[in-house]
């Protein structure tokens, strides 16, 4: 089943809310995320510079997650941009 542009924009709201509130996330799941926001990046309908450049942050959070060795600290160093980039989506939905 394919997903929506809008389920895709709130399926990583709700990926990054967890992220923010619970540091004890795997690998995998952020692994998820870089492969969730690469397909959001290809997305012609996400044109807007704002969107783009928060879903390359993004990107570049759960690929730098998918290899830390400590999650917890790469976890904490980004908790001051989540609602940014929560806020940041959820103007897209």
């Not at 399926?11 to 923010?20: A, G, N, T, V």
């Amino acid at each position: 089943m394919q997903l929506s542009l809008q389920n895709k924009l709130q399926l990583l709201c709700d990926i990054l809310d967890e992220h923010q509130s619970d540091s004890s996330v795997s690998p995998n799941e952020h692994a998820q995320l870089e492969r969730l926001t690469a397909s959001l990046l290809a997305q012609q309908e996400l044109s807007d510079q704002d969107i783009q450049d928060v879903l390359t942050r993004i990107y570049q959070y759960g690929k730098d997650g998918a290899a830390a060795s400590d999650l917890t600290k790469h976890i904490g160093d980004h908790q001051d941009q989540f609602q940014h980039w929560i806020n940041t989506v959820q103007q897209n939905l």
